[in-house]
């Protein structure tokens, strides 16, 4: 019992770590979709504000250290661009 407390336990250390460092490559992945002529060309201005305010958003919640809610709202910010992300099959 005590083993898997501990297995337990160091997974979830270092699962944030994890997280730590997915958010600064999504943040890459949707400025790289933002900078795309495609994105722009098909997404409305009310949208694209949104958007880049999600991403602005999800940058302040990584440097505050909430990796999750990082995550969760750039993934949200990609959702809304209609842009696919590799971290977008990760389970809530």
Do not use: I
Request: with cysteine; charged share 25%; proline share 1%.
């Amino acid at each position: 019992m005590l083993n898997r407390l501990a297995v337990a336990l160091l997974a979830l250390l270092f699962s944030g770590g994890v997280w730590a460092m997915s958010c600064p490559n999504l943040m890459a992945e949707l400025d790289a979709a933002l900078e795309g002529g495609d994105v722009q060309s098909h997404v409305e201005a009310d949208v694209l504000a949104e958007v880049k305010h999600l991403r602005e958003k999800g940058e302040e919640y990584h440097g505050a250290g909430d990796h999750e809610k990082s995550m969760d709202t750039l993934l949200r910010a990609m959702e809304k661009l209609g842009v696919e992300s590799e971290h977008s099959q990760r389970a809530h």
